[in-house]
């Protein structure tokens, strides 16, 4: 287990549906009606209240845009909240994609701090269908996570929790990267 100031860190392989935490990150789209990939997960595990949710802040305040994320009820999730939040689709990595997949870990992490939470969940986000490097993604994540956790947030646990050993394996090789380059202070 590694430490980010005060927070728990822990990195794991699992399906992100069945962690007993306060809030699970999905990685949606603007829409928020769902999809394939870790949403499907979601919404198939958490029942039409999450996605009855998801259609009431649609007709509050339309699409979510990219790099940002709503905050909703968790359905039959062992969890309190699902923080739907907006990757950037890869496209070359000169359409601002880094700075959006950063802006999307610091808002769940913030949407999280505001409603009480105290513990998180991740999955990867924008490296599946949205087609984001992963090798890339992975020290965006944990530096952006870092930042805001260690910056006044409530929350004293984060996991990452991968889809696959390959992933879980990029994602602790860039934790050990960064913390032994100092880069993580
Ligand atoms: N638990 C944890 N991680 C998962 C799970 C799960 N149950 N299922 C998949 N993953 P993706 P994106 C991993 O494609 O790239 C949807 O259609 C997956 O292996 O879910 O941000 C949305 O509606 C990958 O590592 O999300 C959007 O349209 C990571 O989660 C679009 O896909 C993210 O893959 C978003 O694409």
């Known amino acids: 287990m590694t430490k980010f100031g005060q927070t728990d860190i822990l990195l794991k392989v699992g399906d992100i549906t069945k ?6 990150v ?22 039409a209240e999450i996605l009855e949710a998801c259609q009431e802040i649609r007709q509050t ?14 359905g039959k999730l062992p ?6 939040t907006v990757g950037p689709v890869w ?3 000169k359409q601002n994609e880094d700075a959006l997949l950063r802006s999307c870990y610091q808002i769940s992490v913030q949407l999280a701090t505001e409603a009480g939470d105290t513990s998180i969940a991740f999955p990867s986000i924008s490296t599946g269908i949205y087609g984001f490097p992963i090798e890339r ?9 870092y930042d805001a956790v260690v ?3 409530s929350i004293t646990e984060v996991r990452f929790v991968l889809f696959s050993d390959r992933d879980y394996e990029i994602y602790t090789h860039t934790l050990e990267q960064l ?5 993580l202070p």
């Open 91 to 93: 496209r070359g990595g």
């Open 137 to 145: 993604a992975a020290p965006i994540a944990l530096h952006a996570v």
């Open 79 to 84: 969890t309190k909240h699902v923080i739907h």
């Open 26 to 47: 999905n990685a949606a789209n603007s829409g928020l009606m769902g999809g394939g990939g870790v949403d499907g997960a979601i919404h198939r595990a958490g029942g």
């Open 179 to 183: 913390l032994s380059d100092n880069q």
């Open 61 to 74: 305040q339309g699409t979510c845009p990219t790099g940002h994320a709503v905050i909703t009820t968790a």
């Open 151 to 153: 910056n006044g947030s």
């Open 19 to 24: 962690e007993e935490i306060d809030a699970i």
